[in-house]
């Protein structure tokens, strides 16, 4: 299983952003897709999550601001950022639940004030 993340980048605060996420090599239904972030010299935490049936919940920090969905390919999902703040700055990194916890390499996004 391979995941690929990409759509990061440099923004000022205000800005947006829309991260994408392309799962491969899957031969078994995904349960869940997530992105989770790490800032420098913090642990990684949750942002978004959305199940296989759609639903999704968000870290209390990204509520609004933050969408994740799923593309019309099958194991895409993506994450639009609207008002992004310098505290969104981090590593972010998408995650799949297939029985176990597959991770990509992260992708950076810095939020300049």
């Known amino acids: 299983v391979q995941l690929q993340a990409s759509g990061g980048g440099l923004v000022q605060a205000g800005g947006s952003l829309r991260l994408s996420c392309a799962a491969s090599?899957?031969?078994?239904?995904?349960?869940?897709f997530a992105w989770y972030r790490q800032a420098p010299e913090k642990q990684r935490e949750l942002v978004a999550l959305?199940?296989?049936?759609?639903?999704?919940n968000y870290a209390d920090s990204v509520k609004g601001r933050f969408t994740m969905s799923r593309g019309n390919a099958k194991n895409t999902v993506y994450l639009q950022m609207n008002n992004l703040k310098p505290e969104d700055t981090a590593v972010y990194y998408c995650?799949?639940?297939?029985?176990?916890?597959?991770w990509g390499k992260g992708t950076q996004v810095t939020v300049s004030s």
């Open positions: 995650n799949a639940f297939i029985g176990m916890h597959y």
């Open positions: 959305i199940s296989s049936l759609g639903s999704t």
């Open positions: 090599g899957i031969t078994r239904s995904i349960n869940s």
